[in-house]
């Protein structure tokens, strides 16, 4: 297994369309997690899902956003009617099981810039 | 809520310098404690990890104490290398594993 795997790695979408981004957990780990990273900033968590549940979601998650995870494999992102603000890397992670003390697999990211 | 504060950067040093990257966090409970580290053009990877009080991770010449006293998981090197330039993210695990709050992350460059 190479990771968690993000695509596409790059989104440039005009103001007003829609986007949809795909992770690729790695195989056997049940958790997966989305993140929003901005210039200078620290990962922000968008949601999570154990299997195909989302079990939490962020404030930061407005509803123009989406995610989904249909047979608990991979995951996708959807963002509706783009805003210049939703500019930023989507960062995707995995991890196995439960408990604080497991590691998040982090993917390369899809960095998206609305024009 | 719980929340890491982590040192601002740019950090500059020399190669071979003594590297330390403070990082205090406020959280419920005792939370597991994670230094990520970013490269060019690279995703996240963990660098490091402590579960409880008083653990020590260490990694690649880095290591880290977890300071329930203090509530600081500083990191700290050695002897740095051009090729530790890269980004550190100080991060803070909730006692569930549901949710990450990572830093603002520090920018290191070691120069030769």
């Known amino acids: 297994d190479t990771g968690v795997s993000q695509d596409p790695r790059h989104k440039i979408t005009k103001r007003g369309q829609n986007v949809t981004f795909r992770c690729d957990p790695i195989s056997e780990h049940n958790r997966l997690y989305w993140y929003r990273q901005t210039l200078g900033q620290g990962p922000e968590f968008l949601t999570y899902?154990?299997?195909?549940?989302?079990?939490?979601k962020s404030r930061l998650l407005s509803d123009r956003f989406s995610a989904e995870r249909p047979k608990g494999s991979f995951s996708t992102l959807e963002i509706q009617r783009t805003e210049q603000g939703d500019s930023a890397m989507y960062l995707c992670?995995?991890?196995?099981?439960?408990?604080?003390?497991?590691?998040?697999?982090f993917g390369p990211g899809t960095r998206l810039t609305v024009l | 809520g719980d929340s890491v504060t982590q040192m601002e950067g740019p950090v500059t040093l020399s190669e071979e310098a003594f590297l330390t990257i403070n990082c205090t966090y406020t959280?419920?409970?005792?939370?597991?404690l994670f230094w990520y580290v970013q490269y060019p053009g690279e995703g996240l990877q963990l660098l490091l990890k402590a579960t409880k009080a008083d653990d020590k991770g260490s990694n690649k010449g880095f290591e880290a104490t977890y300071r329930k006293e203090t509530t600081s998981f500083h990191l700290e090197k050695g002897s740095v290398q051009v090729s530790d330039s890269a980004v550190y993210f100080c991060?803070?695990?909730?006692?569930?594993?549901?949710?990450?709050?990572f830093g603002t992350g520090t920018s290191l460059t070691v120069i030769p």
């Open positions: 992670a995995s991890s196995l099981g439960e408990g604080s003390y497991n590691e998040q697999f």
């Open positions: 959280a419920t409970g005792y939370p597991s």
């Open positions: 899902f154990q299997n195909e549940a989302q079990l939490e």
């Open positions: 991060a803070l695990s909730d006692l569930t594993g549901n949710q990450f709050y």
